[in-house]
């Protein structure tokens, strides 16, 4: 055997592996086959200092399966971008939810977390039959729901979802950044790193932080 037939027999087999792992990631999906339209859902964003929770549901073909598809976490910056876009191109819905730091701030991140859901769900169109839920159930919601946990690497629909999610989330924080350069929004995202804590110490609250997430460092946000 040649290298080049050795490389393209190792690239195959690759791909194989590749497409069972995706098999095996569309389990819950395949579990429910009485609903037609089943939808993923995940949030991204609940720990930040600064920044909105922004929760993401998606809509797709019951036949689809998505290479390199996982938990949005799991994935480098560069494979999530392309996989926003195979989503966006292929899904048969998708719907974004977001609560702001003010909104954390009065209901709480759980409550605002639920809020960001709701939307979502309530953009899509058309509606879906069935919800896969990352770890949590969504109150207020009459679709039936499935709570799975770490359902981001669990079901194709919610990894779909938390692509959406993160990737309009950091497209966005990179905005804020611009505006606000200090505190580096492009590379932290919002989370409490040294530099981001720094910063936060020695200038003070944005308008986008969470005025409930920030009174350890900063006393004026008591």
Request: charged share 30%; proline share 5%.
């Amino acid at each position: 055997m040649t290298k080049k037939e050795e490389a393209e027999q190792k690239r195959a087999l690759r791909l194989q592996k590749e497409m069972e792992r995706v098999e095996a990631l569309c389990e819950f999906e395949k579990k429910y086959p009485d609903a037609a339209l089943i939808c993923g859902i995940d949030e991204v964003g609940r720990g930040p200092l600064a920044g909105p929770v922004m929760a993401g549901a998606v809509i797709l073909p019951k036949d689809l399966r998505i290479q390199w598809i996982n938990d949005s976490k799991k994935l480098s910056e560069k494979r999530r971008e392309e996989l926003y876009e195979v989503i966006m191109r292929e899904a048969i819905a998708v719907g974004i939810g977001t609560a702001t730091p003010e909104r954390i701030d009065e209901i709480n991140i759980l409550q605002a977390t639920y809020e960001a859901m709701r939307q979502a769900v309530g953009s899509l169109t058309p509606s879906p039959d069935l919800l896969l839920v990352d770890a949590v159930h969504i109150p207020d919601l009459t679709i039936r729901q499935v709570s799975i946990i770490k359902g981001d690497a669990r079901s194709q629909s919610i990894a779909a979802a938390s692509i959406i999610a993160k990737v309009t989330r950091d497209h966005l924080m990179e905005e804020y950044d611009r505006r606000f350069p200090e505190y580096a929004f492009a590379s932290n995202k919002g989370y409490g790193t040294a530099a981001h804590i720094e910063a936060l110490k020695k200038y003070g609250p944005t308008p986008i932080h969470r005025r409930s997430f920030i009174g350890h460092f900063v006393q004026e946000a008591d």
